[in-house]
Each structure stands twice: as structure tokens, then as C-alpha cells.
């Protein structure tokens, strides 16, 4: 479904563009086509096999050993390196294959592996992460299908869902948080992680979701009187509004500690109240909960 650029599949792969003409010349590793203007133009199929053979050839094999391989043989060997403790690059490099190839076992599989190993929390940052930034290259460019995006981001939701699903329900007498987006805001996946690490840490949650009214989100606030509200400004407010936003927060809700985080948070000037925390990565949620009692 896709049409990538060489520029694409060297971002995407980490293999130089140059280096890729030279597979494809000598070694005819892939084929694109062209068009009227003699540009190459990458498929589906070409994307995975250039990512699988960099894969490959940066374990080791050579160019010409990987070039004589089936498909079979590759997908193969690609397994004997991802069940070693291998590089966290590989798993990375296979979920872009699996949501170019829309494969739902695939990439639940693959999840799976790495929360047993790792656990889930470190999954999250350490590959799923990574994994998102990596194909925003090609959701800025306009070349992924809006199937595979819309795909991937559900099966992302949905682990992310299930994990919080498997937790034990804390106490309403402990602890006590309400996660929400402002309203129009709709980039859920830091949330519902947000949303995890919470649970976990035994604090009973009330996950109000994308595009909250403010109005609500005070309603809520004077009939549970939780010690956290955690939130996200990705998208908004506007970098205009966001300081009159954070300033309504710290006086409306003065009775708990806000933690935020988001690009346009991060990217305006504003004095931050007192019961005020902007947090840059994540892993630093943990931390900032821990803090309070």
C-alpha cells in the first residue's frame, strides 16, 4: 500500500541511501520502481526486505550471504536473533514490519515476548516508544496508509488497556487520581500509560479520557477530592492559552498536586504553581507520585 523514498527507507532502516542503491544494483535486493521523472519509488514489500536484510547484515551476515537467502531462511534467522537477548533495535525494526503487514499476531507476539522478559513498563518505554517516534517519519511524510496507522495505534491502545485491566483494583480509601486531556485534545497513549503506572503504584484512578470539559473535569474533582490530577497538553491548548490554562488548574484543583507533561507545556514560558509539576519523560511519573502522600 505504501510508496516510500530512498530518503524514507534510509531513516527507516538506518542504512545509508547510498548503500542502498548499491544493494539494489549488486546485489538486486529490491527493485523499485520509477517514475516519468526516474525517481525511485519503494513498496510495502521492499521496505520490510531492505529493513530485514539491514537487520540481518548488522549481525554479521554479508550482503552476499543474505542476498542468496529465501524469504523463509530470513524470517528465520531474524527469530534466532530476537529470542538471544538481542538489541532492542530488532524488535523495533519488526514491529514497523508488522504494521506494514496490518498483522495483528505479530505484533501482540512480540509485545508479549517483551513483557515477559522485561515487563511491561519497560516495553512501553524502551520499545513501544521508540517504535512510535520512529514511524512518525513516515506519518509526517504522508506515505503510510491510513489503515495502518489507524491499525497500529488500536492494537497499541488495546495493550495498553489490557495491562491496566490486569491489575488489581486499589482501594478508594488509599490514594486517589483523575487522568483527563483537555478539550480537543485526543492523543491518548501517554494517558492510558499514565494510567498504568499509577495503578500499579496502588492509587485508584478515574480515567476520564481525550477531551474533557473543564466543567466536568471540576465536577469530578469536588465529589472524589483526589490527591493527583495527571494530564497531557500534546496538541492543547495553544502555546497562548496554555499558561492561563495551568493557572486556572493550580487554583481550581489547589487541594492536589498537577502533574503534566506535553510538547506544549514543555515549550511555553510561564511561572509553574506551586502544586505544579511538569515531568519530561514518562518514567519520571513514578517518582512524582511517590512524592505524595
Given at each position: 500500500m505504501g510508496q516510500y523514498s530512498i530518503k524514507e527507507l534510509e531513516k527507516l532502516s538506518g542504512i545509508k541511501a547510498h548503500t542502498i542503491r548499491i544493494?539494489?544494483?549488486?546485489?538486486?535486493?529490491?527493485?523499485?520502481?520509477?517514475?516519468?521523472?526516474?525517481?525511485?519509488?519503494?513498496?510495502?514489500?521492499?521496505?520490510?526486505?531492505i529493513i530485514n536484510v539491514?537487520?540481518?547484515?548488522?549481525?554479521?551476515?554479508?550482503?552476499?550471504?543474505?542476498?542468496?537467502?529465501?524469504?523463509?531462511?530470513?524470517?528465520?534467522?531474524?527469530?534466532?536473533?530476537?529470542?538471544?537477548?538481542?538489541?532492542?533495535?530488532?524488535?523495533?525494526d519488526q514491529l514497523v514490519v508488522a504494521m506494514v503487514d496490518m498483522d495483528e499476531e505479530k505484533f501482540n507476539e512480540i509485545v508479549s515476548r517483551l513483557s515477559k522478559r522485561y515487563g511491561f513498563e519497560r516495553t512501553i518505554t524502551e520499545t513501544i516508544y521508540p517504535f512510535l517516534e520512529k514511524i512518525g517519519v513516515l506519518w509526517q511524510a504522508g506515505t503510510v496508509n491510513p489503515a495502518q496507522e489507524h491499525f497500529i495505534s488500536n492494537l497499541i491502545r488495546q495493550q495498553l488497556i489490557m495491562a491496566c485491566?490486569?491489575?488489581?483494583?486499589?482501594?478508594?480509601?488509599g490514594r486517589k487520581a483523575i487522568l483527563f486531556l483537555p478539550?480537543?485534545?485526543?492523543?491518548?497513549?501517554?494517558?492510558?500509560?499514565?494510567?498504568?503506572?499509577?495503578?500499579?503504584?496502588?492509587?485508584?484512578?478515574?480515567?476520564?479520557?481525550?477531551?474533557?470539559?473543564?466543567?466536568?473535569l471540576k465536577a469530578v474533582y469536588e465529589i472524589h477530592k483526589p490527591q493527583f490530577i495527571i494530564t497531557a497538553f500534546v496538541s492543547t491548548p495553544a502555546a497562548p492559552?496554555?499558561?492561563?490554562?495551568?493557572?486556572?488548574?493550580?487554583?481550581?484543583?489547589?487541594?492536589?498536586?498537577?502533574?503534566?507533561?506535553?510538547?506544549?507545556?514543555?515549550?511555553?514560558?510561564f511561572i509553574v504553581p506551586r502544586n505544579f509539576r511538569i515531568i519530561y519523560k514518562s518514567t519520571e511519573l513514578a517518582g512524582a507520585l511517590d512524592g505524595v502522600q
Open positions: 544493494w539494489e544494483k549488486r546485489h538486486h535486493i529490491v527493485a523499485p520502481q520509477r517514475t516519468g521523472t526516474n525517481i525511485r519509488l519503494y513498496s510495502d514489500e521492499d521496505l520490510k526486505r539491514a537487520l540481518l547484515n548488522n549481525h554479521g551476515l554479508r550482503i552476499s550471504q543474505i542476498a542468496r537467502m529465501t524469504p523463509e531462511q530470513i524470517s528465520l534467522k531474524i527469530k534466532e536473533l530476537s529470542d538471544q537477548k538481542s538489541p532492542n533495535e530488532i524488535y523495533i485491566a490486569s491489575l488489581p483494583v486499589p482501594s478508594k480509601s478539550e480537543g485534545e485526543f492523543h491518548e497513549f501517554g494517558l492510558l500509560f499514565f494510567n498504568y503506572i499509577a495503578r500499579s503504584k496502588g492509587i485508584y484512578t478515574y480515567y476520564l479520557g481525550q477531551s474533557v470539559p473543564f466543567a466536568d492559552q496554555v499558561k492561563a490554562y495551568v493557572e486556572k488548574m493550580a487554583h481550581e484543583f489547589a487541594g492536589a498536586t498537577i502533574i503534566a507533561s506535553g510538547n506544549n507545556l514543555r515549550n511555553t514560558a
